[in-house]
């Protein structure tokens, strides 16, 4: 059982983002309508485990839903379509009992066996189907059918992030049907059987998308104000990439609800009397991270002389807003056991300096640092979903030329950029970030076997000669085995210390996931890590 | 039959008026305005790629943070982008990149567009065809998808985009040469060249080459405008040359993002590249008559 | 005498040329009567075409009348609207356009096309023109009329579409006809019959004709008045016999002189010398071309030619158009290989020549074209035009090419001021000179020259004709003089073949072959010769001199 | 006549021929392919061995030529392979995304051909002497525009700021109107300096001026004389355009985001999607190789001239 003090905490933790959600508490929900909702990009593989990619979050955490919930205001692991649970001392053995009467909107029963089969393949993947392991649960071992709503997991080693695990959207339970279905056949939304208020009524791929209220609906998380069916009648995603038709379109009444707001376009979407919702990600900040099994930033006074050489302050005011808090550590302010490293995080361009001729690369004719013929010229892609990447990396390039370093900022096609990401010769600096609400987002984004931005050895990344960091493994490995909560906090602090003095990452600022909202659009409510929830909100008449 | 060029002679009196080669004063004079006009842009641009520094104070990549989205003003002419890079500046840099890579673009398609024709129109036969059928193909791929491959294929960046769009218009420039060189080499003047002993390589160097030329040249002209076009396009697709490069078609596509907030980040460029692509237009007419 | 039908009185226009005007009529009066034929006479540029487009109120897009009167019955239409003019176009006024094989839309039946200005002028129904289309035709002698309705204009031949041109004309029976050059496209006998017709149609509906040419014998034929046009200014007019018995201006006096005709005395007496050396032997040459899509088919241009030339004498190849003269010249330069027969020329045989051997051979023999406007690559100037064929052999020094290349444009009459400009800065006899200094500049032996004279003006003709002369005198030339007209052949070849549709019909020295032609063909060629009533002048002595 | 017709038809597969093989080649010579990019993205968490295993169920670990013998079979069995990106078959993805675009394009070019006739004619009315300049000069301004940038410029002028149309969920009608409109304009640009110039040439023929001397007013003449003499020639470029419609079309369909052959090819070209683009070459080509094949057929079919010459394309 999760202990007091997260909740305490947490809930101080989540004031933040209470104001937004609470914000239209008021007057009574009105029954029907159809929300038209603006996404920058098209939904890709709707398998659970892959809903980290925001567009499949936001189609995800409304069809389908999870054995508990975290409130996003306290944080706090809740029941859901888990009624209560039972976690052993050393977090080896998890038991649920299912509520009664849940079904898939395909009409088979949401029971023990549904749920057990939902975890077998999210934990162990599937070969034949091409279903790959969830990121956000580690050491499964077996499902155990108790009774028809009793259910039991067990684990090789401690697995502490499970219950939270079993909240997030990666772990969206679906239908016997939609996990027989090879892995490629998810690109195909209809084809996702979730026991969610809402069901994929139909699709046009990569552009449209229309949900339709599930009217038996009657299990939605118990402490939630609203109950029953969702209010809407159907919710119809349009696939719009240009910034500037969303918000044209928004503004026009033509949409109620768009994702993705630049900061530079908050300004006028209020003064027009329309709402900005900016959610935390709590996770993983939005960041510059280095490839250190490239010669040129292999060496720590190089990598800590761009640390101090990035002027993360100017960046958040010139290209953002005040809901994009600057970073103060690798994780958010608002993520579990963040730790204040500001002081870390200084702009110095004189201590750059010194460290890179400390490092032995001069200053050399053109303003280009240089070290035994070779110059100190660094690449990166930009990362098109977040937001102002391209700007944020131009700027940095900015920053860094300062001191003599040189960022050739990418525009990649998304082939060439997977491609090179890969290669710490060809991407010796790359942007990140994550969001998800637990510790163990640090180890997902850093453990060789899971996201492995650093790219250590022994990841995808065939092309990496040597570089592994056993200490920093090791943390990992410890904060997904810990099973005693304040050791677990403890650890991640000593993480985020060792990552930045290690200068592995060079934070810039927290990252919300930005949405406007025509004033007609009421309650709209997020989870922990910003992916939109429909299932309360309504829409006021004309 | 025989036909009688009426009017002609009295035309040749006129010419025999004026001295055989009329100095340039007298040419300009005889400049229709808009023409002048178009020359006058094209002049200007290119003096922008030369000496940038002459017409703005501002870096074209360095921004100055504070300073960002301002409204076109005294101190920024055409206002500031997201990043507080003055407009006006970036547009006159960035001429220096669109140029080159219009240049590029154009001189790979009338280098190997032009060889192609010319091979296929003076030699004929079996390699005729194989060449034409090469075209063709060339032509039945979706121009826009041939380019976007070509870049995947040679990595971004300015000189590769101008490669790709260049790519795409070989095809254009065989099919002209060669229907140009066969009209050449049916007239009298290159059977007479043949029949006062001329060897192949002399009469196509002396007599087509030259006559075939222009044609081609009012299509590279034209191209010049369309090849501008082609590579912001592909800025706009997110294909362009990389940041903070100025080129003119990535202002345009990255402005587009600002435009419910910042119009002139767009606007500006846009009527640059339209002035731009109007006068090479103009300019390729003027060609094409001159050679008729 | 009856008031005139068209009063044209003072009539100027102008041109504009980019952004100054070019007068090229200036203040021009005559008149027609009724039922009378009045020709307007000049040579190119002259303005008379520009004069008879302006009474049908059509002048081109950029001319303009400046000042003068245009009385149609006594009403002057000068000024009127297009709209205005629309009315009497086709039924007052009609026109016979100058080229046949362009005047008629390609995409359209002769039949409609005839019916056009009966729809245009709105007289009859349907019914009514579609069987007055098909009197008009079998009046102009196009039968079966159904079947050549329902025929496009490239179906039919020169003469026929003119036949079309001419019902179209006359289909309303308008009071005047502008005739511009009717016949100057066509073949000499086509051109009689075509002249015949328009003749009697006009005798029948009392139409009046301006016919505007260029060919003094067919005026001098058909008309009943003339006036005589020169740089847009009248030189004279009046009835044809008073003007050409005694024609008051210089001018008038130089084109009759001028004027190719068999009455005329030869310009040279043949030369007499080696009878076995031989220039050009052609024996048997026949020269088969596939047809295009036709497959294995093939059409035979030339059956069995065969002559010879005697060194320094010339040999005329006669006949009409499609006869084969042009293919029998080309074979001869060894353009075309012939399908069989044998072409020696200074005893070397053309048809066995390839590659390298044929360019080495081209030094003895060159050719002249008909159209010196194409000949010319319009980006050379003269200087490089003569001088191109001196590259292409035994390398000559800078130095003595420009002196063989001035010596060459000097033989041929055009000052070294020339050797500067481009083609489009010369007139055709002077392009005409240019072409033959680079026939000539490697030194021949042989010149043949195909319709070399056909596309100039007579005055400019009878220049390039003495040229040859002299030339042939000077240098020793041989040659082979492709034409179809009888009187300049006459006039300067020694011996004559006369072929039609690729076969001799008539062969030997000229005297025989003019006094006393085998074939009937050869006589009806020599008959349908315009002219012939011309009173005959001394071949102008000022002839050789001049470059205009 | 029947010589002709088998050699254009011989030529057409001819180009289809080498269209499809050197498209393969260019494709297969692309950086990464769609499984990597789809399987080996972060998001994905797979170990080396699980990618590798996929691979070899694609087929994807074959050598090169066995893979084209293996596409060509495929081709010409119908079955235009599997989308790796969209996990679907190539068929699938077609059936959704063809005939949006060949409705946009048709209408595009429908359009187009409409406007050119409407500048063609309007500058050759008489007493458009001072216009006919503007006029004429109006297709160098359309070809100078960027296309996406017109799009943009639509939306925001004729849907935001008028309120005129949606773009966001319209209409059947009303969803093409802007797109064709964007499409459109840049198209009709060399349709209508194809068609001015040619009936300039036209009007500049003998035979009109015969039709004048008939009486024919001016109108009468442009409509019954020139305007199938003009049309003719630049029936021929209709070949050249197809390859801009669809051009134009990834860019419109990127704009507005509407479904499409376009965003098809934008998507496919992006992840390496290589069938697709297959797919979508052949498609094109095909229909390249027709649109020349039926205006050469018909070519001499319309112009009773050409007995068997031959139309050409450019």
């Known amino acids: 059982m999760v202990s007091m003090r997260t909740i305490l905490s947490a809930a101080a933790i989540a004031a933040a983002i209470g104001a937004s959600a609470a914000l239209a508490q008021s007057s009574q929900p009105v029954k029907g309508g159809t929300l038209v909702y603006l996404e920058q990009q098209a939904h890709t593989n709707l398998y659970p485990p892959a809903g980290g990619f925001y567009p499949n979050g936001g189609v995800l955490n409304q069809i389908t839903d999870k054995l508990t919930y975290q409130n996003p205001k306290t944080l706090e692991i809740e029941p859901w379509i888990a009624e209560s649970w039972t976690v052993n001392g050393d977090a080896t053995e998890y038991v649920f009992k299912i509520r009664p009467g849940v079904t898939f909107s395909d009409g088979t029963p949401l029971d023990a066996a549904a749920v057990a089969k939902n975890f077998d393949t999210y934990g162990l993947g599937n070969k034949e189907l091409k279903h790959p392991v969830s990121e956000v649960i580690t050491n499964y071992k077996a499902s155990e059918v108790i009774d028809s709503l009793t259910v039991k997991f067990t684990f090789s080693k401690p697995s502490v992030g499970f219950l939270q695990g079993t909240s997030v959207i990666g772990s969206g339970l679906v239908s016997l049907k939609t996990l027989a279905l090879p892995d490629d056949a998810l690109g195909d939304a209809t084809k996702i059987i979730g026991s969610g208020p809402f069901v994929v009524q139909s699709e046009v791929l990569g552009r449209e998308l229309v949900l339709a209220a599930r009217k038996d609906y009657a299990w939605g998380p118990a402490r939630l104000a609203h109950q029953g069916r969702a209010n809407l009648d159907v919710i119809k995603y349009v696939v719009t990439p240009e910034d500037s038709v969303r918000i044209g379109a928004l503004l026009a009444g033509q949409a109620q609800v768009i994702r993705q707001v630049q900061a530079y376009d908050e300004k006028q979407v209020q003064s027009k009397g329309f709402t900005i919702y900016a959610p935390p990600t709590r996770g993983v900040n939005n960041s510059v991270v280095f490839r250190p099994d490239n010669p040129l930033v292999a060496d720590l006074r190089v990598r800590q002389a761009l640390l101090h050489a990035t002027n993360a302050k100017e960046i958040v005011t010139t290209l953002f807003s005040a809901n994009y808090p600057l970073a103060k550590s690798i994780i958010a302010s608002t993520a579990q056991g963040y730790v204040d490293l500001s002081a870390k995080l200084t702009y110095d361009p004189a201590l750059s300096a010194k460290l890179l001729d400390d490092g032995g690369w001069a200053l050399g004719p053109k303003g280009l640092r240089q070290k035994d013929g070779k110059e100190m010229i660094l690449t990166a892609y930009e990362s098109p979903p977040q937001p102002q990447n391209k700007e944020t990396l131009q700027l940095v390039a900015q920053q860094w030329a300062k001191v003599g370093v040189k960022l050739v900022v990418l525009a990649g096609d998304a082939g060439s950029r997977v491609a090179d990401s890969l290669d710490p010769i060809k991407t010796p600096v790359a942007p990140a970030m994550v969001g998800r609400a637990d510790p163990d987002v640090i180890r997902s984004q850093y453990y060789p076997a899971t996201r492995n931005v650093l790219l250590q050895k022994g990841g995808l990344a065939t092309r990496v000669q040597s570089f592994v960091d056993d200490k920093l493994n090791g943390l990992l490995e410890a904060i997904a085995a810990e099973t005693d909560y304040a050791k677990r906090m403890a650890l991640v602090g000593e993480v985020q210390t060792y990552v930045i003095d290690q200068a592995y990452t060079i934070p810039i600022f927290e990252e919300p996931q930005a949405f406007a909202a025509s004033p007609r659009f009421k309650d709209f409510a997020f989870e922990a890590v910003g992916r939109p929830s429909f299932y309360a909100a309504w829409l006021a008449p004309k | 039959m025989t036909s009688r060029e009426t009017g002609e002679d009295d035309l040749a009196l006129i010419v025999e008026a004026l001295p055989a080669r009329p100095p340039w004063t007298a040419r300009l004079k005889r400049l229709s305005p808009s023409l002048a006009l178009s020359c006058l842009v094209i002049a200007l641009v290119f003096t922008w790629t030369l000496l940038p520094q002459l017409f703005t104070g501002y870096s074209g990549t360095e921004g100055v943070p504070g300073e960002q989205l301002q409204p076109p003003s005294a101190e920024h002419v055409l206002g500031t982008d997201g990043l507080g890079r003055d407009l006006y500046a970036r547009i006159v840099y960035g001429a220096r990149y669109s140029l080159s890579g219009a240049f590029v673009a154009v001189a790979v398609g009338l280098l190997f567009g032009t060889l192609l024709g010319l091979i296929a129109g003076s030699r004929g036969g079996w390699l005729e065809a194989l060449i034409m059928r090469l075209v063709d193909s060339l032509l039945a791929v979706p121009s826009l998808l041939l380019s976007l491959s070509i870049i995947v294929l040679l990595g971004f960046g300015t000189i590769n985009v101008a490669i790709a769009v260049g790519a795409v218009s070989v095809a254009r420039f065989a099919r002209l040469a060669r229907s140009e060189v066969v009209r050449v080499r049916r007239s009298d003047y290159v059977e007479a060249a043949f029949g006062s002993g001329g060897t192949f390589w002399a009469v196509l160097r002396r007599h087509v080459l030259p006559n075939s030329l222009t044609s081609v040249i009012a299509l590279a002209a034209l191209q010049f405008g369309s090849a501008i076009l082609a590579i912001s396009t592909l800025g706009f697709l997110g294909y362009g040359a990389p940041p903070p490069t100025p080129e003119w078609g990535l202002l345009i596509a990255e402005g587009r993002n600002y435009l419910s907030r910042a119009w002139w980040l767009t606007a500006a460029p846009g009527l640059v590249v339209v002035l731009v692509v109007l006068a090479a237009d103009r300019i390729s007419k003027s060609i094409q008559r001159s050679g008729a | 005498m009856t008031a005139p039908l068209l009063e044209v009185d003072d009539l100027a226009i102008a041109y504009r040329m980019g952004d100054h005007e070019q007068r090229v009529v200036h203040g021009v009066s005559f008149h027609v009567a009724p039922g009378e034929v009045v020709a307007l006479v000049g040579e190119s540029g002259s303005g008379k075409t520009t004069t008879a487009q302006a009474v049908l109120g059509l002048l081109a897009g950029n001319g303009r009348i400046e000042r003068g009167a245009i009385r149609l019955s006594g009403t002057d239409i000068a000024g009127w609207s297009q709209r205005r003019l629309d009315a009497i176009r086709g039924a007052v006024v009609s026109l016979i356009p100058q080229d046949p094989g362009s005047s008629l839309n390609p995409v359209r039946t002769v039949g409609s096309q005839l019916a056009e200005v009966m729809q245009i002028h709105k007289r009859g129904d349907r019914k009514a023109i579609r069987t007055r289309v098909l009197d008009l035709l079998t009046r102009v002698g196009l039968m079966p009329a159904e079947m050549r309705a329902r025929q496009y204009p490239h179906e039919l031949s020169g003469g026929m579409r003119q036949r079309v041109l001419i019902a179209i004309a006359v289909a309303l029976k308008p009071k005047l006809i502008i005739a511009d050059e009717p016949t100057s496209a066509l073949d000499v006998t086509v051109q009689r019959r075509i002249l015949d017709l328009i003749d009697e149609l006009r005798r029948e509906n009392g139409t009046s004709v301006l016919l505007v040419t260029h060919d003094l014998g067919v005026a001098a034929d058909r008309a009943d008045r003339l006036v005589v046009l020169q740089g847009g200014r009248i030189q004279e007019q009046g009835p044809v016999k008073d003007v050409l018995a005694a024609p008051a201006s210089a001018y008038t006096r130089r084109l009759l002189s001028d004027a190719p005709s068999l009455a005329k005395p030869r310009l040279r007496r043949s030369v007499g010398g080696d009878a076995t050396d031989l220039a050009i032997e052609v024996d048997g040459l026949t020269q088969d071309f596939p047809i295009a899509g036709g497959g294995a088919k093939t059409f035979r241009a030339l059956d069995g030619l065969s002559f010879k030339v005697r060194r320094g004498t010339t040999h005329a190849v006669v006949g009409e158009s499609g006869s084969g003269k042009t293919t029998a010249a080309r074979s001869i330069v060894g353009f075309l290989k012939p399908t069989a027969g044998r072409i020696l020329v200074d005893g070397m045989d053309v048809t066995t020549l390839r590659g390298e051997a044929l360019r080495r051979f081209r030094r003895h023999i060159q050719l002249v074209y008909q159209n010196p406007f194409g000949s010319l690559d319009p980006r050379q100037t003269v200087f490089h035009i003569v001088e191109e064929p001196l590259l292409n052999f035994e390398p000559i020094a800078a130095a003595d090419r420009a002196r063989k290349v001035r010596d060459m444009i000097g033989r041929v009459g055009l000052p070294e001021a020339f050797l500067t400009r481009h083609p489009r800065g010369l007139s055709g006899g002077q392009r005409q000179r240019v072409a033959i200094a680079r026939a000539l500049v490697l030194g021949p032996r042989v010149l043949v020259l195909d319709e070399a004279v056909s596309a100039l003006d007579v005055t400019v003709q009878a220049q390039i004709l003495a040229l040859l002369d002299e030339l042939q005198g000077t240098l020793g030339l041989t040659y082979l003089f492709v034409s179809h007209d009888l009187a300049v052949v006459q006039q300067i070849s020694d011996t004559v073949s006369v072929i039609h549709k690729g076969r001799q019909v008539d062969g030997g020295p000229v005297e025989r072959v003019f006094a006393r032609p085998d074939s009937d063909y050869t006589r009806d060629l020599i008959e349908a010769i315009p002219g012939r009533g011309m009173p005959v002048l001394a071949s102008n002595p000022d002839s050789r001199a001049g470059f205009i | ?314």
């Open chain 4, 1 to 314: 006549m029947i010589r002709y017709i088998l050699g254009r038809v011989g030529q057409a597969l001819a180009v289809l021929v080498v269209t499809f093989t050197a498209a393969f080649v260019l494709l297969q010579a692309l950086p990464g392919d769609a499984i990597m990019i789809k399987f080996m993205s972060p998001e994905m968490g797979l170990s080396a061995e699980q990618v590798a295993e996929i691979r070899a169920s694609y087929g994807a670990d074959l050598p090169i030529w066995e893979q084209y013998l293996k596409t060509v079979g495929n081709f010409l069995s119908g079955n235009f392979g599997y989308s790796i990106q969209a996990g679907v078959p190539v068929r699938h993805q077609l059936a959704v995304n063809l005939p949006p675009t060949l409705q946009l394009a048709g209408l595009a070019f429908l359009a187009a051909v409409l406007l050119t006739v409407v500048l063609a004619a309007m500058s050759n009315m008489v007493g458009m002497g001072r216009l006919r300049g503007a006029l004429q000069s109006l297709p160098s301004l359309f070809i100078s525009i960027p296309v996406f940038w017109l799009g943009i410029m639509l939306i925001q002028i004729f849907s935001f700021q008028l309120g005129l149309v949606s773009v966001i969920s319209p209409g059947p009608v009303e969803k093409l109107v802007l797109p064709v409109a964007t499409l459109a304009i840049p198209i009709s640009a060399p349709l209508a300096q194809v068609l001015m110039r040619n009936i300039d040439e036209v009007l500049a023929q003998p035979f009109v001026a015969v039709a004048r001397a008939k009486g024919a007013s001016r109108s009468w003449v442009l409509w019954r004389h020139v305007a199938r003499n003009a049309v003719l020639p630049t029936l021929t470029i209709a070949g050249i355009l197809f390859g801009e419609l669809l051009a134009g079309a990834v860019v419109t369909e990127a704009v507005f985001g509407l479904s499409g052959l376009g965003g098809l090819t934008y998507q496919a070209v992006n992840n390496h999607d290589t069938a697709v683009l297959q797919a979508i070459v052949v498609i094109s080509a095909f229909a390249f190789v027709t649109i020349n094949l039926v205006v050469d057929l018909l070519y001499p079919v319309v112009d009773p001239r050409l007995g068997h010459r031959v139309a050409t394309t450019t």
